[in-house]
C-alpha cells in the first residue's frame, strides 16, 4: 500500500505544510501507509464522538493526567471546534477525551482533573438540547465540588440575540462557584467564530502543555487498521465551491401570502457529499440598493478603499459581500451610541423591553439615520459591523435520489416596518439576485445531531411544519431508496390550496406506500387555528404505539413556538397514553433524547 501525493491546492494546509506532507509521504513503506490510514481513521473517529485510538493510547502511556473535553452542540459547530481542541491537545503529548454532554455520565464530574467546555447557546439563553441535563445538573444541589479542577470554555452564539452566548457563561460562572480554577478567562464567538475559536484552541492546547508538562506522556505509535477514508472535498465554508443554479420555482400558489422557493444547485466535480439532515451554508451578497443607501446616509465615498478580513477593498464593496449590514446587535449600538455620543441612544440601549421593543423591524440604516454622525471615518464604521455570515438552510435532496445536486426550500423574507420595506439577506439573494445558470457559492455543513435511524425498519415519525418540511423530503427520498420502515409525516402551513408544499410528492409517497402517514394542519382554513401539535393530540394512541415500537421523532422549525408547542404535546401524549405521572412521562421523553430517538433542527 502506498499513498498519493496530495494534489496541490487540495485541503486547508498552507503551501509549507502541503509540501512537507509530500515530502513524507514519498518515503513511506506500505506498513508505514497502513500505520498512518489507521492513525488518522483514529482521529476521524474521535470526530464522530468516540474515543480515538490515540487519545486511548496516550493515555495508558502513563498515569498522565488527561483533559476531558466536553461539547454542547445544536447543529455540529461545538462539536467541530471541540474535535480540533483534542486533536491539538494531542499534538502536544497530551491526553485527551472528547464526551458530548448528551452522554456523559454526570457522577464523573468529580473525579475529573482538567475540563473543557465547547458550548453553543440557541434560542432565547437555551442550552442545545444535549446539554440541557449537564446544564440542570451544575446547578442543581447535587453539582459536586470542583477544587483542583482547572477548566477553560468557548461559547458559541449570536450577538443579535440578548442573551448572547448565555449557555457558555453559566458553564464558566458556575465551575468558578463549585470551586474549579479557571485555565483562562472564557471567550465569547459570534456567528464569524473561526478565527476567536482556532486562537482560544491554541492558547489551551498551550497551557495543558506547559501545566502537565511533568506528566505528560511521549508521543505513542497507535497501531490501527481498518479502511482507508473517502477523499475530503477542497471545498468548505472558507472555500465555498461556485454551485450552479439549475432551478427555481414559487411552491406557493396564487394568491398566498407567503413566497417558498424550491432551488435545485449543481455539485458536480464538488467533490462535495452529504446525508439526510445536513445543511448547506450559503454565501450570499448584500443587496445593492441598502448598501447605496447606507453609503449615501454616512455621506461617504463609496471607491474610498478600507482593509477588511479579505485585504484591501472600496466600501462599497466591502457593504457589499464583507460585513453584515442589516441585522443589529447589541455590541454595535453600543459601539455606535459611543461615537453619536448620543444620551437618547444609550437610555434605549440600558432599557432592556424598551429596546427589544424598538429593534423589532429595524435595521443598522435605521440607526444610521435616527442618530448620524459627521465626518464618521469609514474604518470607525467598519470596525463596528461584523463579518457577513452565510446562511445554513437544511438540505431537502437525498445526494443517492440526486446525484452531483442539492436542493433547498426556502422562505423569503420580505415585508414592511416603520414605513421602510425589509428584505432577508440571503432569502432574496436567492430569489432577486441569482439569475439561473449563475453560481451561488456553497459548502456542506454536517450535522450529527440529526440523522435517520441505522437501521432501515426502525419506523420515522417527522413534524416539518412551513419550510420545516426540507429535511424530512431529504429524509423520505432516502428511504425510498433504502426500502423498508415505517414512515409518518406531519405537515403545516396556512391554507391547503396555496401552501401545501411538495403535495403532489407526498401524495405519490403515500400511493407508493413510502408514506404509511400524512398528517396536515392548515392553520387558516377554519375559524380556530389549527397547528400540527393539535394533530398531534388526534393521533395520540398511535402515535404513542408508534413510539413503543421503537419510532424515532424529529422536529424540524421555529424553536420559540411550534418546537415547544410540539415538545410539551409529546410530554403530554407519553402522560395520557402510557399512564404516566408528569415526572414518568417527562423523564421518559429525555430518555428518548438520551438514545437520539428525539432529535430536533430548530432555529
Known sequence: MTIPPLAAGVGPLTPEQHQKLNDLLVTLSPDQASWLCGYIGGINASMAGAVSPVAQAVAAAGESESVTVLFGSQTGNAEGVASE???????????????????????????????????????????????????????GRRAPKM????????????????????TGQDFDQRFAELGGTRLLDRVDC?????????????????????????????????????????????????????????????????????????????????GLVYQPGDALGVVPSNDADIVDEVIEALGANADEDV?????????????????????????????????????????????????????????????IKTWPVKGLALTDFTDLLRKLPPRLYSIASSLNAHPDEVHLCVGVTRYEAH??????????????????????????????????????????IMMGPGTGIAPF??????????????????????HFDTDFLYQTEWQQWLKTGVLDRVDVAFSRDQK????????????????YAWLEEGAHFYVCGDESRMAHDVHQTLINIVKEQGGKSAEDADAYVKQLQKDRRYQRDVY
Not at 456523559?104 to 475529573?112: G, N, R, S
Not at 461615537?339 to 440607526?367: C, F, H, M, P
Not at 387555528?529 to 393521533?539: A, D, G, I, S
Request: charged share 25%.
Open 85 to 139: 481542541l483534542v486533536g491539538a491537545l494531542q499534538a502536544k503529548g497530551v491526553a485527551a477525551t472528547l464526551a458530548d454532554m448528551g452522554s456523559y455520565k454526570t457522577q464523573k464530574l468529580k473525579a475529573e482533573k482538567n475540563i473543557c467546555v465547547v458550548v453553543s447557546t440557541h434560542g432565547e439563553g437555551d442550552p442545545p438540547d444535549t446539554a440541557m441535563d449537564l446544564h440542570a445538573f451544575i446547578n
Open 147 to 166: 477544587d483542583g479542577i482547572s477548566f477553560a470554555v468557548l461559547a458559541l452564539g449570536d450577538t443579535s440575540y440578548e442573551f448572547y452566548c448565555k
Open 190 to 270: 459570534d456567528v464569524d467564530y473561526e478565527d476567536k475559536a482556532e486562537a482560544w484552541i491554541a492558547e489551551v492546547a498551550e497551557k495543558f502543555s506547559a501545566k502537565l508538562a511533568a506528566s505528560v506522556a511521549a508521543p505513542v505509535a497507535v497501531a490501527a487498521g481498518g479502511a482507508a477514508t473517502a477523499a475530503v472535498s477542497e471545498f468548505n465554508k472558507k472555500n465555498p465551491f461556485p454551485a450552479p443554479l439549475l432551478e427555481r420555482i414559487n411552491l406557493n400558489g396564487r394568491g398566498s401570502s407567503k413566497e417558498t422557493l424550491h432551488l435545485e444547485l449543481s455539485l458536480e466535480d464538488s
Open 307 to 367: 482593509v477588511t478580513s479579505r485585504g484591501i477593498e472600496s466600501f462599497r464593496d466591502a457593504l457589499m459581500g464583507t460585513y453584515e449590514i442589516t441585522t443589529l446587535t447589541r455590541p454595535f449600538l453600543r459601539a455606535y451610541a459611543d461615537l453619536a455620543q448620543s444620551k437618547e441612544l444609550s437610555t434605549l440601549i440600558d432599557n432592556t423591553d424598551g429596546l427589544n421593543d424598538w429593534l423589532y423591524g429595524r435595521e443598522i440604516i435605521d440607526v
Open 419 to 460: 414605513g421602510r420595506m425589509r428584505k432577508g439577506v440571503c432569502s432574496t439573494y436567492l430569489a432577486d439576485r441569482v439569475a439561473l445558470d449563475e453560481t451561488i457559492r456553497v459548502y456542506v455543513d454536517a450535522n450529527k445531531n440529526f440523522k435517520l435511524p441505522a437501521s432501515v425498519d426502525t419506523p420515522v
Open 473 to 494: 423530503r431529504s429524509f423520505v427520498e432516502e428511504r425510498e431508496i433504502q426500502g423498508g420502515g415505517k414512515n409518518w409525516l406531519f405537515f403545516g402551513e396556512q
Open 528 to 543: 380556530e387555528k389549527l397547528y400540527v401539535q393539535h394533530r398531534m393530540q388526534e393521533q395520540a394512541k398511535q402515535l
